[in-house]
C-alpha cells in the first residue's frame, strides 16, 4: 500500500513526490493514535464493550466532523484563505473557529507527529506553507496561540494532490483505519 497508489479521482499518476507526501502523512496519523483523541477513544470504548470489529471502526468515523477532524472545511478555508489569509480569517474568526487550528495535545506550539510533512509542504508547495503561516501569525496577533492542526495538514495534501473536497477524509481514514483496528485487537474483551 505504501509503495504506489493508481489514483482514482484523478486523471495523471502519482509522482513520486506526490507518494512521498501521501506516506508522510500516514506516517504522521498513526503516530496520534496513541493520543486519547476522540476517535481512538470512541474505538477504544466500543471494543470494549461491544467486541464488535464493525462497530468500533464505525464509531471511529462517527466521531469525526465539526470539533475533530474537520477536514473538508479546513480544505475550504485554506482555498478560500490563499488569496488573502487576514481577511479570510478575520471573517471566519467572527464566524466561530477556524478549521485546522489549535491542538488538545500540544498546546504552545506546531505538532511534533506532523513536523515531515509540515516540511515537505512548506518545501514542495510553499503557497500553502506560507498561507498557514500568514494565518498562524494573524491568530497570534488576535491572542490566539494555536498552531497547525491534524486537520490542517490532511486537507493541505489532500489540495495538493488533488483529492475533491467531499473525499478529503480519505487520506484521515487510510491512515487510521490501521491503527485503529490494532486499538480494537488490543481492547477487545
Given at each position: 500500500?505504501?509503495?504506489?497508489?493508481?489514483?482514482?479521482?484523478?486523471?495523471?499518476?502519482?509522482?513520486?513526490?506526490?507518494?512521498e507526501v501521501l506516506n508522510l502523512l500516514h506516517?504522521?496519523?498513526?503516530?496520534?493514535?496513541?493520543?486519547?483523541?476522540?476517535?481512538?477513544?470512541?474505538?477504544?470504548?466500543?471494543?470494549?464493550?461491544?467486541?464488535?470489529?464493525?462497530?468500533?471502526?464505525?464509531?471511529?468515523?462517527?466521531?469525526?466532523?465539526?470539533?475533530?477532524?474537520?477536514?473538508?472545511?479546513?480544505?475550504s478555508f485554506l482555498q478560500k484563505a490563499q488569496?488573502?489569509?487576514?481577511?479570510?480569517?478575520?471573517?471566519?474568526?467572527?464566524?466561530?473557529?477556524?478549521?485546522?487550528?489549535?491542538?488538545?495535545?500540544?498546546?504552545?506550539?506546531?505538532?511534533?507527529?506532523?513536523?515531515?510533512?509540515?516540511?515537505?509542504?512548506?518545501?514542495?508547495?510553499?503557497?500553502?506553507?506560507?498561507?498557514?503561516?500568514?494565518?498562524?501569525?494573524?491568530?497570534?496577533?488576535?491572542?490566539?496561540?494555536?498552531?497547525?492542526?491534524?486537520?490542517?495538514?490532511?486537507?493541505?495534501?489532500?489540495?495538493?494532490?488533488?483529492?475533491?473536497?467531499?473525499?478529503?477524509y480519505w487520506l484521515f481514514l487510510r491512515s487510521?483505519?490501521?491503527?485503529?483496528?490494532?486499538?480494537?485487537?488490543?481492547?477487545?474483551?
Amino acid at each position: 500500500m505504501r509503495n504506489t497508489l493508481k489514483p482514482f479521482w484523478r486523471d495523471t499518476p502519482l509522482l513520486a513526490g506526490d507518494m512521498e507526501v501521501l506516506n508522510l502523512l500516514h506516517d504522521a496519523h498513526h503516530l496520534c493514535i496513541e493520543r486519547n483523541n476522540a476517535s481512538s477513544a470512541a474505538v477504544r470504548h466500543v471494543a470494549q464493550s461491544s467486541g464488535s470489529f464493525l462497530n468500533s471502526m464505525i464509531a471511529g468515523i462517527a466521531s469525526l466532523g465539526d470539533l475533530h477532524g474537520p477536514i473538508p472545511a479546513t480544505c475550504s478555508f485554506l482555498q478560500k484563505a490563499q488569496f488573502d489569509p487576514e481577511t479570510t480569517t478575520r471573517l471566519w474568526l467572527a464566524e466561530g473557529k477556524i478549521p485546522g487550528w489549535g491542538n488538545s495535545f500540544i498546546k504552545d506550539g506546531p505538532d511534533p507527529a506532523f513536523c515531515r510533512v509540515h516540511d515537505y509542504i512548506w518545501n514542495n508547495a510553499p503557497q500553502w506553507g506560507n498561507t498557514a503561516d500568514r494565518v498562524t501569525l494573524y491568530l497570534h496577533g488576535r491572542g490566539k496561540r494555536v498552531y497547525p492542526n491534524p486537520s490542517l495538514y490532511t486537507a493541505a495534501v489532500s489540495i495538493i494532490l488533488g483529492v475533491p473536497v467531499e473525499m478529503s477524509y480519505w487520506l484521515f481514514l487510510r491512515s487510521r483505519l490501521d491503527g485503529w483496528a490494532r486499538l480494537f485487537f488490543e481492547q477487545r474483551p
